[in-house]
């Protein structure tokens, strides 16, 4: 049976988004969320081929981290971040594996995983800076964590000094050569800054042979709306969370973890949203009566800009998977 543990508080020192913010996204904006993520409350991008429906890309997602972290057959997984526990499910009853410990901050999903009463689950409503483990995992899986850590600071040092914390803690958890996989919305190469105030056609990789002319009227304007529209996503429905970007969690892992298998998916992203959000249209009235017009209205509006940011290169969705060194 699963069961819930939760953790003692300690300290004052920084621990990623706090209680209050996740409070806000995942058990308020949570009641409309899962009008639309689909049966299996899937609350992150999922891996999409032709013919899919959102139920199948996310399972498939689910099945891709648990097989690039060598979780199949494993004895212990920790999934950090484990939301509603649809890939705790799925890590028992379909990969096989003999004990599978979810953490999240939300004590409104940790009830929700709790009473399902899965086999060999155990869900911890607890921040990850605080779990101490039984035993050393085989594996750890963290699917959009990573945005959680760093806060909105903008200064890349603090940034990538926060999520070396994380690693630092997975790379203690887990048992030599052991395996982290990780999925994270990221920023565009270049930085945050200019993800969100250059044009598309100024956002290719460097070296890649995209323009850099100057910027007119209409491009600084476009970018004053990106930066206001990113300000409303934070303030509204992501409260304390900030995109990393690839290269920052590359120099927080140095020396902790080897990278074994690193890809970006924005397609990911924009199918997964673009279904979101026609269900989201669809259950309007519905989530209005649960958490107020004006909260949905917010998501929807960060939807749509997700949506054209991700079609626009401006973030991305970026898997990692590391080994322990």
């Known amino acids: 049976?699963?069961?819930?543990?939760?953790?003692?508080?300690?300290g004052s020192s920084y621990k990623g988004t706090s209680s209050k913010a996740i409070l806000h996204q995942y058990d308020f904006l949570g009641d409309f969320y899962r009008l639309f993520l689909g049966p299996e409350l899937v609350f992150s991008y999922g891996m999409w081929e032709e013919g899919d429906t959102l139920e199948s890309a996310q399972n498939r997602k689910l099945?891709?981290?648990?097989?690039a972290a060598h979780a199949v057959g494993a004895d212990r997984v920790l999934d950090v971040g484990c939301g509603y526990g649809s890939l705790?499910?799925?890590?028992?009853?379909?990969?096989?594996?003999?004990?599978?410990?979810?953490?999240?901050?939300?004590?409104?999903?940790?009830?929700?995983a709790r009473d399902q009463h899965w086999p060999r689950c155990e869900v911890r409503a607890?921040?990850?800076?605080?779990h101490k483990p039984d035993g050393p995992y085989d594996a750890i899986i963290a699917i959009e964590v990573i945005e959680h850590c760093a806060g909105n600071t903008v200064w890349r040092a603090k940034r990538v000094a926060r999520y070396r914390e994380f690693f630092q803690h997975c790379h203690s958890w887990l048992r030599p050569g052991g395996r982290l996989s990780v999925q994270a919305n990221a920023w565009n190469e270049r930085g945050w800054l200019a993800s969100l105030v250059l044009p598309p056609q100024q956002l290719a990789p460097h070296g890649s042979g995209g323009t850099r002319e100057r910027l007119g009227l209409k491009d600084i304007l476009g970018g004053i709306k990106n930066v206001r529209e990113g300000l409303h996503?934070?303030?509204?429905?992501?409260p304390e969370c900030f995109l990393p970007t690839r290269d920052e969690l590359i120099d927080a892992s140095c020396g902790l973890f080897r990278i074994v298998e690193a890809h970006t998916d924005p397609d990911d992203g924009v199918?997964?949203?673009?279904?979101?959000?026609?269900?989201?249209?669809?259950?309007?009235?519905?989530?209005?009566e649960l958490i107020g017009e004006d909260a949905v209205s917010d998501i929807i509006r960060e939807q749509k800009t997700a949506l054209r940011f991700l079609r626009e290169g401006r973030f991305t969705v970026f898997r990692m998977v590391f080994e322990k060194v």
Do not use: C
Not at 63 to 67: M, R, S, V
Not at 233 to 238: G, T
């Open 271 to 288: 199918a997964t949203v673009r279904s979101w959000l026609e269900k989201a249209e669809a259950n309007r009235v519905r989530g209005a």
């Open 1 to 10: 049976m699963a069961t819930v543990v939760h953790g003692a508080k300690k």
């Open 233 to 238: 996503a934070s303030r509204k429905v992501y």
């Open 63 to 67: 099945d891709y981290h648990a097989e």
């Open 126 to 130: 607890e921040n990850w800076f605080d």
């Open 88 to 112: 705790l499910h799925r890590l028992v009853t379909v990969h096989h594996v003999k004990h599978a410990v979810g953490i999240t901050m939300s004590p409104g999903q940790a009830t929700w």
